[in-house]
């Protein structure tokens, strides 16, 4: 069975940071890609960033210099720093694991960003 939780959300004013983490099981991690969205409220939901099974990472223009994303494929698992946080970065955010055909999402963690 497979599973991907999302963590490390939360509340978090404007300029502040936050990491979220995503643990994944059930699959042969290292070899896909995987992939961080969100989806604000009232809106659709966006890609943020992706990273390849070789580490190259993609990001979304309204996120480039303010988010990075990583992976430890010894622990399963993928990360996003995200710094110099911004309201409209508000919404719930996403893990997605990804490999033709395969395409797993986790529940998501909500990310409130407000003073």
């Known amino acids: 069975q497979v599973q991907l939780v999302e963590s490390g959300g939360g509340l978090v004013q404007p300029g502040g940071s936050l990491r979220l983490s995503c643990a994944a099981s059930?699959?042969?991690?290292?070899?896909?890609?995987m992939g961080w969205y969100r989806q604000g409220p009232g809106k659709q939901r966006e890609l943020v960033a992706t990273?390849?099974?070789?580490?190259?990472?993609n990001y979304a223009d309204a996120v480039k210099g303010r988010f990075t994303m990583s992976r430890a494929n010894a622990k399963n698992a993928i990360y996003l720093q995200m710094d110099s946080l911004k309201p409209e970065d508000t919404g719930v955010y996403y893990c997605?694991?990804?490999?033709?055909?395969?395409?797993?999402w986790g529940q998501g963690t909500q990310v409130t960003v407000s003073s």
């Open positions: 059930g699959i042969y991690f290292s070899i896909y890609r």
């Open positions: 997605n694991a990804w490999l033709v055909p395969r395409d797993y």
């Open positions: 990273i390849s099974s070789d580490g190259r990472t």
